[in-house]
C-alpha cells in the first residue's frame, strides 16, 4: 500500500531537478497547496494503513516519517560556515556544498526551498559565509542576500597571455608570481583532459597552460592557492566550451582540424581582429594560410613574434617597429613564417573568438588590413586586392 502513496521525492526527481541550471527550478505539475501539505496528508494515510495492520509496527515510525517527511533544520542558524559555489552549479551542486559544510539538513531541504522561491534563479556564483544549522528556507534567502557574499573579484579581459594573467591575480591575491608559474606547469593536474593536447599536423605537443585560462570576473575564494585559482579558471574553460559544443563542431565543421589546433587559431583571431564582427573571418584567414594554397603554408602574423618577444621577457612592439631580424628569428618557434600552425595558443581567448574559431563563415581571404578608428578590417582573396585595401588604410591614416 505504501508503494502506491506520492512519496513527495525520489532519487529520479531529483535528478531531473538537479540538471536545471541556478534556480532554474520548476514547480511539480499539479501541485496546488505546498509540498508540506501533502506530505503531511501522505503521512496521516500511512499511519492510518499502519495502524490497521497492529500497533506493532509503530517502532518503525521514524523511519516510516523520513520518507514523507523532508530532513531539514529549523530557523537561521548557528555558528559560522563559509561555502563556495562554483561557476555553472546546479541547484543540486549547492544543495550537496550546503550539506558537505551542514549548512542545511539534507539536499532536498535545499532543493524544495529553492524551489519554492522563484528568486532563487538569483543566486549566484562565489563564496558565501552561512550559518551552520539552518533550514532550507533561511539558507536560500541568506545566499540572495549579498551582504553575505564574501567579495573579492577579479576580472580577467579576454587575449591576456597566461604570463600576464599571473601578474594580474598576484597583485590581487598577493600569491608570487612564480607559484602561479609553478601551478602552472601541469596544466593535466589543473583539470585539463589530455585528449585538448592532440593535433593533426603531426607535430609534438608540450602541454601548456596558454589558452585554457578562461577571461572572466572570478571571486577568488578566501586562502587560495595558486592552484586553486588556476583550477577556477580551467573549470570555467571547460564549463563554458562544453556548453559550446567546441570539440564536437570543431570536428563536424572544419574536417580534420583538432580542438587544440582550434583553440590556437581563436587565440590568433583574438589577437589580430580589432573588432569582434571580424574573429570569425581572421580565423578563416588562418585556416586557409595554413591548410589551404597560402604559398607557404604559414601564418605570417606578427602577434606570433610578440608572443615570443613577451615569452622572453622582451618589450612588445608594433608590427613597423619590428626588426627584419625579429620578423624571421630561426630561433623563434612563434616564428611568423614557419610552416603550420605555432606550437601553442598565444593568449587566452574569449567566448566570440571561440565562436569565430569554432565556426567561421566560408570565404578565400588569405589577407586582411585594418581600415578604420573602430578596427574594422578589409578582406581579400589575392595579394592584389590586399594592396587595394592597404592603400585605403593609408588613406585613413591607419597604416
Request: proline share 5%.
Amino acid at each position: 500500500m505504501i508503494d502506491d502513496l506520492d512519496l513527495g521525492f525520489d532519487e529520479q526527481d531529483r535528478g531531473e531537478k538537479g540538471r536545471h541550471r541556478r534556480g532554474a527550478v520548476r514547480r511539480r505539475q499539479g501541485k496546488s497547496g505546498g509540498s508540506r501539505g501533502k506530505t503531511l496528508l501522505a503521512l496521516a494515510l500511512a499511519l492510518v494503513l499502519l495502524g490497521g495492520i497492529g500497533g506493532g509496527v509503530f517502532y518503525g515510525f521514524d523511519r516510516v516519517q523520513n520518507y514523507f517527511v523532508t530532513p531539514d533544520y529549523d530557523g537561521s542558524g548557528t555558528g559560522e560556515a563559509v561555502v563556495q559555489i562554483k561557476q555553472g552549479a546546479l541547484i543540486a551542486d549547492m544543495a550537496d556544498a550546503l550539506v558537505a559544510a551542514d549548512v542545511v539538513k539534507s539536499t532536498k531541504a535545499f532543493i524544495e526551498a529553492a524551489e519554492e522561491n522563484s528568486r532563487s534563479k538569483n543566486i549566484q556564483p562565489g563564496t558565501y559565509k552561512l550559518r551552520k544549522q539552518m533550514s532550507g528556507d533561511a539558507a536560500v534567502t541568506a545566499m540572495l542576500d549579498l551582504k553575505n557574499k564574501i567579495v573579492n573579484g577579479i576580472t580577467i579581459p579576454e587575449g591576456r597571455t597566461a604570463k600576464n594573467i599571473y601578474k594580474l591575480l598576484s597583485d590581487k591575491t598577493e600569491i608570487p608570481v612564480k607559484e602561479f608559474e609553478a601551478a602552472a606547469k601541469d596544466p593535466e593536474a589543473l583539470g585539463v583532459p589530455d585528449w585538448w593536447f592532440k593535433r593533426s599536423d603531426g607535430k609534438k605537443v608540450t602541454p601548456s597552460i596558454e589558452g585554457f585560462l578562461f577571461p572572466d570576473t572570478y571571486e577568488i575564494p578566501p586562502k587560495a592557492t595558486a592552484e586553486t585559482v588556476l583550477k577556477l579558471m580551467v573549470d570555467n574553460f571547460l564549463s563554458v566550451t562544453g556548453e559550446l559544443k567546441y570539440a564536437e563542431k570543431v570536428q563536424a565543421k572544419l574536417g580534420g582540424v583538432t580542438p587544440y589546433e582550434a583553440l590556437i587559431v581563436a587565440s590568433l583571431s583574438q589577437a589580430e581582429a580589432g573588432n569582434a564582427d571580424d574573429l570569425g573571418k581572421v580565423a578563416r584567414v588562418a585556416y586557409n594560410r595554413v591548410y589551404g594554397e597560402f604559398d607557404c603554408n604559414c601564418l605570417e602574423m606578427d602577434v606570433t613574434v610578440n608572443y615570443y618577444l613577451e615569452l622572453t621577457g622582451q618589450k612588445t612592439k608594433t608590427s613597423k617597429q619590428m626588426t627584419q631580424a625579429e620578423l624571421d628569428n630561426p630561433k623563434n618557434p612563434y616564428n611568423r613564417k614557419l610552416k603550420g600552425l605555432v606550437p601553442t595558443p598565444i593568449n587566452n581567448p574569449g567566448k566570440q573568438a571561440l565562436e569565430g574559431a569554432m565556426d567561421p563563415p566560408p570565404g578565400k581571404w588569405l589577407y586582411f588590413v585594418a581600415i578604420d578608428r573602430k578596427g574594422h578590417s578589409e578582406f581579400a582573396e589575392t595579394f592584389e586586392q590586399h594592396q587595394r585595401n592597404e592603400q585605403k588604410a593609408r588613406e585613413a591614416g591607419i597604416i
